[in-house]
């Protein structure tokens, strides 16, 4: 009954999408406040419609009916808890009950919190969040129904894929959705724009809370899962340069780009059309990525479908969104208005190269991602491109993005003394050389590019301690007058500064592990040790380990490090009866500055010994470290009450308050 409800729920969600799409749309156009309101009503219900059929999945998950197909095939009654919830989006059908429901859920949130947004903007955006629906919702009713019984029931499943049976895959796709389904959102309100024909510092202003927490969520999403990659694959690396792994970076790329773009509209009220075309391409490289795992082109731990069918029902639906997104910009964008003038040298003119950087950057990626599948798609055999090209083409291009990251913040509208902001710049110059000199005395003169990219990540970070300073007069003034200023500094200053300062830590992070991991690979028997970057690893013992539902070889190694005891490491390999799947997972001792990783895997041939591999990763925890602070950047961005209130609308100012000057901006 539970399940027929679910699918009920579906349909009717996918009838209220209908109704959304077209009647505030046809309201608008005709200024029919009843038809408008229409929006507000049909996306609180398809979030509820919604709500009930996600409710229902997972209900048939965590009780185990196994009358229901989706749930035969990626559960099992043996299967600790968390993972039967997490196998409610760990497969095609699931995740696309997620999908949706994100969808539905940021509909409901603009209905609820959008109320200072025009009427008919409101509408039109509802009106396109929608049609989106609707192509997914009829994607999954006629293709993809999570509901489908079986008759007879088995008495048991199939069990989940033992690879995603680990916390970190378990919430890394919702945050993973949040970000792509969030720039939906931004689409929507750039198709809303279009059609008014009219973008401005409100709309920027209306569309950066939305950005930002699609790209929190992304950004948190990507970290969850190189870091899942990490320390669950066992093969001692944090990113492959997966076309997967590349579908989830170019929307971010894309929608930094975005967020840097839409400060310029609001405060400027210039690179609208960029703005606009932006929002397109951004959410078109979420839905990219959408077909990428779910159309077969693709075999990857990360990849849900091989249909065919289901390939092409997506492929034609990200064609209409991107065809429509980028038709309606051709016919609407001529008649924004360009906006204001700036110098080359400005905080626009940073902007601006900020955005063509990591536009280029992500068509680099795009570049590398799709050329081998089109070459095999046309017959052209099978080609491979793989992290020499994105090490040799991608990271030149992110390096001025780092560098100029602490200028930007310094730099005055309209137009700025670069010298001046390199003069207030000298102690992140100085941080920047010190954070060189230490990678030369720790890791000695190779590679050289490496040394110079730490000194980069300090000069990032330290780029932003100097904007928050600069901003309350650090040392300028008495320090409680800079206390006061810092305790009354718009939370947007305070998120940018903490996410460019965790780009500077995750930088830093990637360069030590990248630059100077040192690795062993050998045979050990008991009792045996091995010497890796200064630590000692013995293999203490072997013995098998009960699971709840695997069985584990579980190895036992003491880390010494000149005699003196570091650390017990207990990496172990999980066989999973169901799948008959084996699994290896890493033991990780980490002080923060670096982690020793170790390895152990299948007996040797002789039978008394074991395969091993261990590494020691410098700066390797970094990663994670500068992506939480982005994230938390972001959030803190969020929280800032100037994107919760209205644009202040320009008035008349009488003759006698004209006379006194108005006081410096911040």
Not at 33 to 50: D, H, I, K, N
Not at 100 to 128: D, H, Q, T
Not at 206 to 227: D, E, F, K, Q
Not at 418 to 439: F, N, P, Q, S, T
């Amino acid at each position: 009954m539970i399940p027929e409800l679910g699918h009920y729920a579906l349909v009717l969600a996918l009838v209220v999408a209908l109704v959304q799409s077209v009647i505030p749309l046809w309201g608008a156009a005709r200024r029919d406040a009843a038809m408008m309101e229409v929006g507000r009503t049909a996306a609180y219900c398809q979030f509820a419609a919604l709500a009930l059929a996600f409710g229902a999945l997972t209900y048939a998950h965590v009780v185990s009916d196994f009358s229901v197909l989706n749930v035969v095939e990626n559960s099992h009654t043996d299967k600790p808890m968390l993972y039967k919830v997490a196998g409610v989006w760990g497969n095609h059908e699931g995740s696309l009950v997620l999908w949706v429901f994100i969808l539905a859920l940021f509909g409901a949130l603009v209905a609820a919190f959008g109320r200072n947004l025009p009427a008919s903007l409101r509408a039109r955006v509802l009106a396109v969040q929608g049609m989106i629906g609707v192509g997914f919702l009829w994607f999954m009713v006629a293709t993809s129904n999570p509901f489908t019984r079986v008759d007879p029931a088995p008495l048991n499943g199939h069990d989940l894929n033992p690879l995603l049976q680990d916390p970190g895959l378990a919430f890394h796709p919702p945050f993973l959705y949040l970000g792509y389904v969030g720039f939906s959102l931004c689409f929507s309100f750039a198709a809303g724009a279009l059609i008014e024909g009219r973008v401005d510092a409100a709309w920027a202003r209306w569309v950066r809370p939305w950005a930002l927490i699609a790209w929190s969520s992304l950004t948190l999403g990507i970290a969850m899962g190189s870091w899942w990659s990490y320390y669950t694959l066992g093969w001692g690396g944090w990113w492959f340069w997966d076309p997967v792994e590349n579908a989830s970076l170019m929307p971010w790329l894309a929608g930094t780009a975005l967020l840097h773009s839409a400060i310029v509209v609001e405060k400027r009220d210039t690179l609208k059309s960029w703005t606009i075309l932006l929002a397109i391409v951004t959410f078109t490289l979420s839905l990219m990525g959408t077909f990428l795992v779910r159309s077969g082109v693709l075999t990857s731990v990360h990849a849900f479908a091989s249909d065919p069918a289901r390939g092409v029902f997506i492929l034609a639906l990200l064609v209409v969104a991107t065809g429509g997104g980028l038709l309606l910009y051709a016919l609407r964008a001529p008649v924004l208005k360009a906006g204001g003038l700036f110098a080359p040298v400005s905080r626009e003119g940073g902007l601006v190269l900020n955005n063509l950087l990591l536009s280029t950057a992500c068509a680099t990626v795009f570049l590398g991602t799709l050329y081998p599948l089109f070459m095999d798609a046309v017959g052209g055999g099978k080609i491979s491109i793989g992290p020499p090209f994105f090490n040799a083409t991608f990271v030149p291009l992110m390096v001025p993005v780092v560098a100029v990251m602490a200028l930007g913040p310094l730099l005055s509208w309209k137009r700025a003394d670069l010298a001046g902001v390199l003069g207030r710049l000298k102690i992140a110059a100085l941080v920047g050389v010190v954070a060189a000199l230490a990678g030369l005395w720790l890791a000695g003169t190779k590679p050289v590019l490496a040394v110079l990219a730490l000194g980069l990540a300090g000069w990032a970070v330290m780029g932003a301690v100097v904007d928050v300073a600069d901003r309350i007069r650090l040392f300028r003034m008495p320090l409680s007058d800079s206390i006061s200023r810092a305790r009354h500094l718009p939370r947007g200053a305070w998120g940018t500064a903490i996410a460019h300062a965790g780009l500077g830590v995750a930088v830093a992070g990637m360069v030590g592990t990248s630059a100077w991991t040192t690795e062993a690979i050998q045979v050990l028997h008991i009792g045996q040790s091995v010497d890796v970057a200064g630590y000692s690893f013995r293999l203490d013992s072997v013995a098998e380990a009960p699971g709840p539902n695997y069985t584990a070889r579980r190895a036992v190694l003491t880390v010494t490090r000149n005699g003196d005891f570091v650390a017990t490491l207990a990496p172990e390999q999980r066989f999973y009866p169901v799948t008959r799947m084996t699994t290896t997972g890493a033991a990780i001792h980490t002080n923060f500055f670096s982690d020793l990783y170790a390895v152990v895997g299948e007996p040797a041939p002789d039978g008394t010994g074991y395969n091993t591999r261990f590494y020691r990763h410098p700066l390797v925890p970094w990663i994670w470290v500068g992506s939480i602070l982005m994230m938390a950047g972001g959030l803190v961005s969020l929280s800032d009450r100037r994107l919760r209130v209205g644009v202040p609308l320009k008035r008349a100012v009488p003759r006698a308050a004209a006379a006194v000057p108005p006081a410096p901006a911040e």
